[in-house]
């Protein structure tokens, strides 16, 4: 149980660096708003929505999203922890990976 533990926050700080390393090199917009747009017109690689967004805007996103064939990652802290990862001073409930820049971040989801 305790290697379980291990691999899981190994994968969340590899998450962290990859999320903060396309944010510093790639492309990206935030907020839920951006991220359901760029579902719908598919200009998205990439979407990462926080735990604790609202389920009306989890549900309409995943559906968009499903359409455009993107996919979703949900990241398993709060808006407020995904904000920091992202150096915002404000909640951020989804980030949208255009580009990805120097991050792994796509290799993630493989």
Do not use: W
Request: charge should be negative.
């Amino acid at each position: 149980m305790l290697v379980i533990n291990k691999a899981v926050s190994f994968i969340m700080v590899d998450l962290d660096k990859s999320i903060s390393v396309a944010i510093k090199s790639g492309e990206t917009q935030l907020g839920i708003n951006s991220a359901i747009r760029a579902a719908k017109m598919a200009t998205a690689k990439l979407i990462v929505i926080a735990a604790n967004t609202p389920e009306q805007e989890k549900e309409d996103l995943k559906y968009y999203a499903d359409l455009s064939g993107i996919p979703i990652v949900e990241y398993p802290k709060s808006s407020q922890e995904l904000g920091i990862i992202c150096g915002r001073a404000h909640l951020t409930s989804a980030v949208s990976i255009m580009t990805p820049g120097d991050s792994d971040i796509l290799d993630l989801i493989e």
